[in-house]
Nanobody
């Protein structure tokens, strides 16, 4: 079964970096565009960016351009979200979604 599994979140200081991963519990991930969302308590989940099957990136949020980079390694059934120059406002639970399925999310906290 295709199920997204996120990892890589944590506590980081402003200006720091993290690399989030979205892996698939099954095969076939390479057939889907992969979306990253994030959600802050009390707010709606927002789209961040997406990578197509051809590895083209679409940004849904201007605030992450130049800081967030998405890539995919189909051989590993994994998509990576590299986040640089983290800001406190990036604090959220980050979710991966593909094939209509959501992962459980991974918490990113940016604080000094």
């Amino acid at each position: 079964q295709l199920r997204p599994v996120e990892s890589g979140g944590g506590l980081v200081q402003p200006g720091g970096s993290l690399r989030l991963s979205c892996a698939s519990s099954g095969f076939g991930m390479e057939l889907y565009a992969i979306n990253w969302f994030r959600q802050v308590p009390g707010k709606e989940r927002e789209g961040v960016l997406c990578i197509s099957t051809g590895s083209d990136t679409t940004y849904y949020s201007d605030s992450v351009k130049g800081r967030f980079t998405i890539s995919r390694v189909n051989a590993n059934n994994t998509v990576y979200l590299q986040i640089n120059s983290l800001k406190p406002e990036d604090t959220a639970v980050y979710y991966c979604k593909f094939a209509g399925y959501w992962g459980q999310g991974t918490q990113v906290t940016v604080s000094s």
